[in-house]
């Protein structure tokens, strides 16, 4: 899978600490939105964020952002063994560094356009 075919697709990553819907508009930006927030975050919180997508080898991908509250996200999505590692910082300074499942929404939410 290249970054091409990531485009117009919506993946749910499924962390301990929470759980999003990642819908990527380009190879330069996303559309999430957190499904269950958990204790961590906002459950329904949506944002738009620019993108550093890097294809690290075949269906495996380093990806990077930062939102509009400030945190900062650095992952690695592996779409061969379904998993995402990531290193969070929260704007307050927390760090959180996590592994979920990943798989692909049959019935995303995200791409949907704010009403």
């Not at 970054?3 to 759980?19: E, H, P, Q, V």
């Not at 958990?38 to 997508?53: D, Q, S």
């Not at 495996?60 to 590692?85: K, M, P």
Request: hydrophobic fraction near 35%; charge should be neutral; charged fraction near 25%.
């Amino acid at each position: 899978m290249s970054i091409d075919r990531l485009i117009g697709r919506t993946y749910l990553n499924d962390m301990d600490a929470f759980a999003v819907e990642f819908h990527y508009l380009s190879e330069t930006s996303a559309r999430l939105r957190v499904v269950d927030g958990r204790a961590v975050c906002e459950t329904g919180r949506t944002e738009e964020v620019a993108l550093k997508l890097i294809e690290i080898r075949d269906n495996v991908f380093f990806n990077s952002w930062r939102e509009q509250n400030g945190s900062t996200v650095t992952r690695i999505d592996d779409h061969i063994a379904n998993l995402i590692y990531a290193s969070i910082t929260m704007p307050h300074g927390q760090l959180y560094v996590l592994k979920g499942k990943l798989s692909e929404c049959a019935r995303p939410t995200v791409g949907q356009p704010s009403r």
